[in-house]
């Protein structure tokens, strides 16, 4: 598995669980009331399982399992899909931010962020989304 792909799961592992957790809170705070501000959390919620953990799955699985290069770089040129995943990264950071201080201004600049981080990424995968070399003609 390449670098790429073992960190971009291991962050999505990590987003899994704390994403997980959020949303235990949440169906616990449901049942038996701990405190309001708990409902507060839900965005986190799905933001750390549909971006974090979803999105940033797809990327480190997506890049391990695409269709390769005949020649080096066999994947195409990496820096880009850091890149993605460090946008990602970002936008979910800012989104949690924006979560905790309540100032609108980090939502735009975390999906933007976001959007930058799928661009990026697509564009890395761009000449890799093909069919395999199987001698017959498509």
Known sequence: MPRFSVW??????????AGFTIGALILINKAAPLHPAIWSLLPLHI?????GWIVQLVFA?????FPRFKFEPKRG????AWVALGL???GIGSL????????PAWVLIGRVLEVGA?????AQ???????TETGVKV
């Open 125 to 131: 995968l761009w000449l890799r989304a093909k069919p």
């Open 8 to 17: 971009g799961t291991r962050l999505a592992l990590l987003y899994f669980l």
């Open 47 to 51: 933001e750390f399982l549909l971006m």
């Open 118 to 122: 799928v661009v990026v990424f697509a």
């Open 96 to 103: 949690t931010l924006a979560s905790v201080s309540g100032q």
């Open 61 to 65: 699985v997506g890049y391990w399992i």
């Open 88 to 90: 990602l990264n970002a």
């Open 77 to 80: 040129r990496p820096g880009f």
